[in-house]
């Protein structure tokens, strides 16, 4: 895998940051110094707790019958049979399976909320083919009715992106599924980096061929694309240049700081691509301008190119049979995922669809059961590293979420019955060890827009 160094453009992620010499000494000073619109998230209270006697798929790929699973502080403790107690409060798992909880890779949440109407639809800035500057967080609406809905389809993690109508759309984000937050930074992810957000085939150059201006065809995108990294690589050359005391730096541009993020690792590349050849051009962009791609979404083609993409080290985001709506979406099957699982490459289930979030499980279970039907031998436990461990791959969180494995976030989900089972529910979601959601309990008052609903309604 090729270096994420770029050394022209390093400079570029810390450009409008002044360096700090000493560490804050108080919280109210540490406020003044984050970074503008950081993480604020703080898990909720949690109790050490133990799921005693559970079927549990560890994210990992393996299956453990009549295991416990220990969370404590938040963490996971161990997995294993006859863990002791030591004081945490114990759940009954017989008959139950335990899981890592559900991260969606590709989502819009917030951007393109409910109630779906023209006036909360702001997850696509259709002004110019680049709007590398803007941010989906900066759209996201925290009321949306469709984070607790989420929660309860045992989602604890997505990652919201903005459209797919331009070359570049924007930064993406990583966010908890936080019941009653009041700030987007409420919801973040601590630490997960921004992703950009990009777009080939027919969505930019339809949006701007109708317009009679570029990109109008193929090879209109990738040119824009290449001239944008290049122009990435000029203005980091410029701030270089001003570092080293030759001449003044230019304007801030946040377009440019996002681009140099990506060609110095710092923001992780999520690309909206469907044809294999499309896949392949984009490939030979990344390997011109040395920056890395995390992942391609609905990735309709990917089968065709597994082995580009294990070389690559690139997940594949995809539906388990959605496709064929537009005619760069054609050519799709329905064993696309298990295809590329089985070639050794990095298969994500995800939603990009309001609705199709609160069922990610039984997308996983339609893309297993024709997996086996072409004589794919995939164990249920393989199947679930495409709802947990690898889109937390794609996301760069791995090290934090996604596996049972000791040490990382108490992200955990009891399920009613094999959760790869139509007829399975979400019984118990943990986020941070805590219980943020209970079938059947009212853990959470509803969104305030549902709340103000639900008022008016009772007045009637």
Not at 67 to 92: F, H, K, Q
Request: proline letters at 6%.
């Amino acid at each position: 895998m090729r270096s994420r160094l770029h050394p022209v453009v390093a400079l570029l992620a810390g450009f409008a940051l002044t360096a700090c010499a000493t560490a804050p000494e108080t919280e109210e000073e540490a406020a003044d110094e984050r970074a503008p619109f950081a993480s604020t998230y703080t898990p909720r209270p949690s109790t050490p707790t133990l799921i005693r006697g559970a079927t549990v798929l560890d994210g990992n790929g393996a299956e453990f019958e009549n295991a416990d699973v220990l969370m404590r502080e938040g963490r996971i403790v161990a997995v294993g049979p006859n863990l002791s107690t030591d004081g945490a409060t114990v759940v009954d798992g017989v008959g139950r399976f335990v899981t890592p909880g559900i991260i969606d890779a590709h989502s819009h949440l917030g951007v393109y909320p409910a109630p779906s109407i023209p006036a909360t639809s702001d997850g696509n800035e259709l002004t110019q083919p680049n709007t590398a500057e803007v941010w989906a967080e900066h759209s996201v609406w925290p009321q949306d009715p469709g984070f607790q809905r989420a929660v309860a389809g045992g989602v604890t993690t997505l990652h919201v992106l903005p459209g797919s109508g331009n070359l570049f759309g924007g930064r993406g984000v990583t966010l908890r599924p936080v019941l009653g937050a009041r700030t987007v930074q409420e919801m973040k992810f601590p630490d997960a980096p921004h992703s950009l957000k990009m777009a080939c085939g027919e969505n930019p150059s339809r949006v701007y061929g109708t317009r009679n201006s570029s990109p109008a065809t193929g090879m209109g995108n990738v040119a824009g694309y290449r001239q944008a990294f290049a122009n990435a690589q000029r203005y980091a050359r410029r701030v270089q240049d001003a570092e080293d005391g030759n001449g003044e730096p230019p304007d801030r541009d946040l377009e440019m700081e996002t681009l140099g993020g990506v060609l110095n690792g710092d923001i992780i590349l999520q690309w909206h691509c469907y044809r294999a050849d499309e896949m392949a051009t984009a490939i030979e962009i990344s390997r011109e301008f040395d920056f890395e791609i995390a992942a391609f979404h609905h990735a309709v083609e990917a089968y065709k190119i597994t082995d580009l993409l294990v070389e690559e080290g690139i997940c594949a985001a995809i539906w388990a049979d959605w496709w064929g709506f537009k005619l760069e979406g054609y050519d799709g099957i329905r064993e696309n995922i298990p295809f590329v699982h089985a070639g050794g490459g990095c298969a994500v289930v995800h939603s990009d669809s309001e609705v199709g979030i609160q069922r990610l499980n039984q997308e996983a279970a339609k893309a297993l059961a024709d997996g086996r039907r072409a004589g794919l031998q995939i164990t249920r436990a393989e199947a679930w590293t495409w709802l947990s461990r690898n889109p937390a791959r794609a996301l760069q969180i791995d090290d934090e979420t996604g596996t049972l494995e000791p040490g990382r976030r108490a992200d955990v989900v009891v399920w009613s019955a094999d959760p790869l089972s139509s007829y399975a529910v979400a019984e118990r979601v943990y986020i941070d060890g805590a219980l943020i959601y209970e079938r059947s309990q009212v853990n959470d008052r509803p969104s305030d827009f549902e709340l103000g609903q639900s008022y008016r309604e009772s007045m009637q």
